[in-house]
């Protein structure tokens, strides 16, 4: 059945701190990561590694292996209480104290995310935070915030019926300073689309229930299974293809405020990867049909490549 126009919604929410008051994939063998010194122009770097949990399994620092069913829960969950879990995970907003999406850093330079996260404004000078799991708390020694301009898709289209080419960039004024911030570590690039039924892993500071008009100011996570094509298509409509990746889960979904977030996939090497980027899902968050998501490995080579020919990235473990 195709969706209805009027119940799209962007998972993209604007607030200022002065309004206040399993993750393995399918079983079998992982799929192999982009080996990034085959895309043109892209340097590795020997002295970082990209997708590397520096944390615990759990929120809770449990160290012994899980599967999907005790992962937190975005909606209605338990915070991230340690950064290092995932040291890519930041914020961005168009002021200091503003938050509008998460996002994920990918290399020293720049930030992914979603293009209707700035198309509002696409000019603006952004605001990205690395280092917390809790919005406006910036701990000392371990945080960074780091100006930032937008480089849209330009081919995004957003209309009642379609969207499409839903990524962005955020190029850093400064490159982050791996040495300085030990913390601090970008997520990897995936050359590949998850199959139907992987269990992949989203977090985001959204709101944590479809009751809620607040989002959570603490990072929460939950695992999501993959759709399959005909599944999406079915929830979706007829033009959903490989440019998205659908997830659905009984009770689990991303909700305003999670717009940008990194669709992340864990290898049997326990590597973290992208491999899609939070997009839009129903106005009432509702589960039954889950979240769309714009395919990370569809973009790498025609526009995350060549717009990021400046920056230094880690190598895949």
């Not at 759990?58 to 292996?65: I, Q, V």
């Not at 994920?104 to 930030?111: C, E, G, K, P, S």
């Not at 850093?172 to 040495?179: D, S």
Request: charged share 10%; glycine share 8%; net charge neutral.
């Amino acid at each position: 059945m195709e969706a209805s126009p009027f119940s799209v919604f962007f998972l993209f929410l604007i607030f200022s701190a002065s309004t206040q008051g399993e993750e393995n994939g399918a079983s079998g063998n992982s799929p192999p990561l982009l080996e990034l010194l085959d895309v043109p122009g892209l340097r590795a770097s020997a002295s970082c590694y990209c997708g590397l949990s520096q944390a615990g399994k759990r929120s809770s620092e449990k160290t012994t292996n899980s599967t999907e069913s005790d992962i937190d829960r975005i909606i209605g969950g338990i915070p991230v209480t340690s950064q290092r879990k995932y040291p890519w995970i930041a914020w961005m907003g168009t002021s200091r104290n503003g938050f509008q999406c998460t996002s994920a850093l990918i290399n020293d330079r720049y930030i992914l995310t979603a293009a209707h996260c700035v198309e509002s404004n696409p000019y603006a000078t952004y605001y990205v935070t690395l280092g917390s799991t809790t919005l406006f708390k910036w701990p000392s020694g371990q945080s960074i915030q780091i100006p930032a301009t937008a480089i849209m898709h330009p081919n995004y289209l957003h209309t009642s019926q379609i969207i499409q080419n839903d990524i962005a960039l955020l190029k850093l004024q400064t490159p982050v300073n791996f040495a300085a911030y030990p913390n601090i570590r970008p997520i990897c690039l995936a050359g590949f689309y998850p199959s139907p039924y992987s269990v992949v892993t989203i977090a985001g500071w959204g709101r944590p229930s479809r009751d809620s008009n607040d989002i959570s100011y603490v990072l929460m996570e939950t695992a999501v299974y993959v759709m399959s094509l005909q599944t999406c298509q079915s929830d979706w409509g007829s033009y959903i293809n490989n440019n998205y990746v659908c997830v659905k889960t009984a009770g689990r979904n991303t909700c305003q405020g999670d717009s940008g977030g990194s669709l992340m996939y864990r290898t049997s090497r326990g590597v973290y990867a992208t491999v899609g980027i939070t997009s839009f899902g129903r106005d009432n968050c509702s589960p039954d049909v889950g979240s769309v998501f714009t395919s990370t490995s569809t973009y790498v080579n025609n526009f995350i490549g060549p717009n990021t020919l400046d920056a230094q990235w880690c190598s895949v473990p």
